[in-house]
């Protein structure tokens, strides 16, 4: 038997939507492989399935007998409070609720502080996606408090999507990491995080930030590196620098990020293979 030990730097660090764009794979598919990851020797690595509100029961319908599995259920457009309701079909392990507070523009303050209350008389942990923009510090401020008071909220950002303007830069992203990491405020991330390595795709022209990039600027900033140098993290494309800034870290428990929502499990697995972080050569 093959067994490998999984450095805590990368544990949990991806969350599977294989059922979310740009993969948008079906969901008995999406099962299936997920039921597969569970098996492998980055199993470890691999979080919850991550499911839209709306296809919580169709999933709960195609799981064995005796079968659980945990979950991430992310809103779809339902109200809120409806979004709460339905949480506990059969063999589903809700391990956290994901909902967005605000369009760009939008003050999140309202539906934040209604997806607070929900959290909190459900008992549930939640992720509460606020844009990066107008109202973004006082609404992490809200989250700061509301997780002194006991709630089980962290941030959600988005790092990516169909238009050049949804990536933000890096100046803009170690801006907002190093926000948390001034309230100590967990996040996770989604959207645009397919690669290790910051790149730009040949086919969209479009700069994608780096899942290494973001775990080694994460650590720096929880340290208290300035903006600036978290930001200089997330701008480079050398492979060299990045394990580098990592190679202290990587037997310590991963700070403030949670992980991020990736449509390809196995994308990121072979980038940090390749790397020679993780697993077999």
């Known amino acids: 038997m093959l067994i490998v030990s999984t450095p805590p730097l990368l544990k949990q660090l991806l969350d599977d939507a294989a059922v ?5 794979a079906p969901l008995p598919e999406a099962l299936s492989s997920h039921r597969d990851y569970r098996t492998t020797w980055y199993s470890d690595m691999v979080g919850p399935l991550l499911v839209p509100a709306s296809q919580i029961k169709d999933l709960s319908a195609m799981l064995g007998p005796e079968e659980a599995i945990e979950v991430g259920v992310i809103a779809d457009g339902i109200a809120l409070g409806d979004l709460f309701r339905p949480l506990t079909p059969r063999g589903i ?3 956290q609720v994901e909902a967005p507070v605000a369009r760009r523009g939008e003050d999140p303050q309202p539906t934040l502080r209604r997806l607070i209350e929900l959290l909190q008389r459900y008992a549930v942990t939640g992720f509460a996606e606020v844009p990066l923009a107008w109202g973004l510090l006082a609404a992490l401020d809200s989250i700061a408090e509301a997780r002194r008071d006991g709630v089980a909220i962290s941030a959600k950002f988005r790092t990516g999507g169909l238009a050049a303007e949804l ?3 890096p100046m803009e992203l170690a801006a907002v990491i190093a926000a948390c990491a001034e309230r100590q405020l967990p996040f996770k991330l989604t959207a645009g995080l397919h690669h290790a390595i910051r790149h730009t795709d040949p086919e969209t022209g479009f700069t994608h930030h780096g899942f290494l990039n973001v775990l080694a600027a994460t650590c720096l900033a929880n340290e208290g590196a300035e903006v600036s140098e ?3 993290i997330l701008a480079s494309t050398q492979p060299l620098t990045l394990l580098e800034a990592l190679r202290r870290f990587r037997s310590e428990d991963r700070p403030l990020w949670l992980g991020f929502g990736t449509c390809s499990v196995l994308e990121p697995i072979a980038d940090m293979q390749q790397l020679g972080l993780i697993g077999p050569s």
């Open 167 to 169: 990536f933000p830069t």
């Open 93 to 95: 392990v809700v391990k």
């Open 230 to 232: 978290v930001a200089a």
């Open 20 to 24: 979310f764009p740009p993969g948008s």
